[in-house]
T-cell receptor, first 114, second 111 residues
Framework: NAGVTQTPKFQVLKTGQSMTLQCAQD?????MSWYRQDPGMGLRLIHY???????DQGEVPNGYNVSRSTTEDFPLRLLSAAPSQTSVYFC?????????????FGDGTRLSIL | EDQVTQSPEALRLQEGESSSLNCSYT??????LFWYRQDPGKGPEFLFT???AGEEKEKERLKATLTKKESFLHITAPKPEDSATYLC????????????FGKGTLLTVNP
């Protein structure tokens, strides 16, 4: 099993550009989520999904869109990149939909917005 | 507002010097407390879940405990390979799927 796979690992964008961060898991997990990690801020939830076709907002959703068309994939879209979105982005998945199961994380995408 | 506070922010130990990391929380109706380890350039790696006060879990040199207000991660006779950032997160339960993470404790174990 590959677990949770995130691509790309690194990306540099210019302000105003758009891009999609990819996340795929091969564990048949219902729950998937996106976090951003900034120095001194800890992990903050951006969006999450409890199953295909179902998504909801987390703590810091502004500027990001998600969709969940399959169980395996949960892409995160930046519509118009801003320097404040410079961060490390982590995708995670877990068994079940109750949130009480341990989440498995990918190794992150390091994103810089110039 | 749910909050998770970890202390200290950084801890430097000598190999074999036991210590504890603290995670205090104000998460309404806490249903689960998670501990993760994060190595530089990697995603968090799951260590433990604690569900009720008084519960303890162990893995090698690590033991996690939970009270009604805080959790401790005890590290016994640490080795340099235990150096990492340790994160804790609270889960409020019910239909709220949002974990609240602390900022982490950076542990350095010197040989």
């Amino acid at each position: 099993n590959a677990g949770v796979t995130q691509t790309p690992k690194f990306q540099v964008l210019k302000t105003g550009q758009s891009m999609t961060l990819q996340c795929a898991q091969d564990m048949n997990h219902e729950y998937m989520s996106w976090y951003r990690q900034d120095p001194g801020m800890g992990l903050r939830l951006i969006h999450y999904s409890v199953g295909a076709g179902i998504t909801d907002q987390g703590e810091v959703p502004n500027g990001y869109n998600v969709s969940r068309s399959t169980t395996e994939d949960f892409p995160l879209r930046l519509l118009s990149a801003a320097p404040s979105q410079t961060s490390v982005y982590f995708c995670a998945s877990s068994y079940g939909t109750g949130g009480g199961q341990p989440q498995h994380f990918g190794d992150g995408t390091r994103l810089s917005i110039l | 507002e749910d909050q998770v506070t970890q202390s200290p922010e950084a801890l430097r130990l000598q190999e074999g010097e036991s210590s504890s990391l603290n995670c205090s929380y104000t998460v309404s109706g806490l249903r689960g407390l998670f501990w993760y380890r994060q190595d530089p350039g990697k995603g968090p790696e799951f260590l433990f879940t604690l569900y009720s006060a008084g519960e303890e879990k162990e893995k090698e040199r690590l033991k996690a405990t939970l009270t009604k207000k805080e959790s401790f991660l005890h590290i016994t006779a640490p080795k340099p390979e235990d150096s990492a950032t340790y994160l804790c997160a609270g889960y409020p339960g019910g239909s709220n799927y949002k974990l609240t993470f602390g900022k982490g404790t950076l542990l350095t174990v010197n040989p």
